[in-house]
């Protein structure tokens, strides 16, 4: 892990080929006549090192943060699409791949109009234009998979770097069950409108039929009175 110059006296070629194979990061040959010359390569092997030490620290932060980040997207049943600028997936994240409309390697690095329907490309395109000018958006789309029907809410957010529009975050949501629930609200309602309708209509009926059976008998004792 520690930056090595070589400096030899033994100016072979060999030498130098077994420096380079040893990762040597300079190559030197004596005599030095100039003590300035081993300045550079000193300074270019200790930065290179630095550089090299940073680079594993990042990597480490890096590979934590996915690992928390996946984490977390695991207890999830949402769906995570990242897209670049020109509409590319990049990468996803799901609890299952069965939920997901087609495999990885059938979209990832792929635009969305090659992957998904004309009819959903068109939301997206439509929310995607929305996020390139910094506000998100959402949409809701049916898709068909086999003979079964599923609905289903995607929201986009811009991804902003120094100012500059990256791409977007798509959170997909399965809402098949919240749209049937919905839909069983709606037609409850309706059943108990139409019940509500025949309740008032048979009440309704019963009280003109005795108010009838009232006003027929009263006219029949007015009429015995007069009489």
């Known amino acids: 892990d520690f930056p090595v110059i070589l ?5 072979a070629t060999e030498t130098a080929i077994r420096a380079v194979e040893l ?54 049943h949402d769906l995570v699409f990242v897209f670049d600028a020109e509409q590319k997936f990049l990468r996803h994240y799901s609890s299952s791949e069965v939920v997901l409309y087609k495999s990885p390697l059938e979209f990832e ?5 090659d992957v998904m329907p004309p009819h959903v490309d068109a939301l997206f395109r439509q929310a995607f234009e929305k996020c390139r000018k910094g ?8 898709l068909t998979r086999g003979v079964a029907t599923e609905q289903w809410q995607a929201k986009l957010s811009p991804l902003i770097s120094g100012g500059q529009f990256m791409g977007v975050v798509a959170v997909i949501r399965d809402i098949t069950r919240t749209k049937q629930i919905e839909l069983e609200i709606v037609e409850l309602n309706r059943q108990e409108k139409d019940e509500f309708k025949w309740d008032l209509h048979d009440t309704l009926f019963h009280e003109l039929v005795a108010t009838e059976c009232f006003a027929s008998a009263l006219r029949k004792l007015l009429g015995t009175q007069e009489t």
């Open 135 to 142: 506000i998100s958006a959402e949409y809701e789309y049916a």
């Open 23 to 76: 990762d040597a990061s300079a190559y030197l040959e004596k005599p030095l006549d100039n003590i300035d010359k081993m300045e550079k390569p000193i300074k270019v092997a200790v930065t290179a090192h630095r550089l090299l030490l940073l680079n594993r620290r990042l990597s480490k932060d890096i590979e934590r943060s996915e690992s928390t980040l996946r984490s977390i997207l695991s207890s999830i």
């Open 7 to 11: 400096f030899t006296g033994c100016a």
């Open 109 to 113: 690095g792929k635009k969305h109009s």
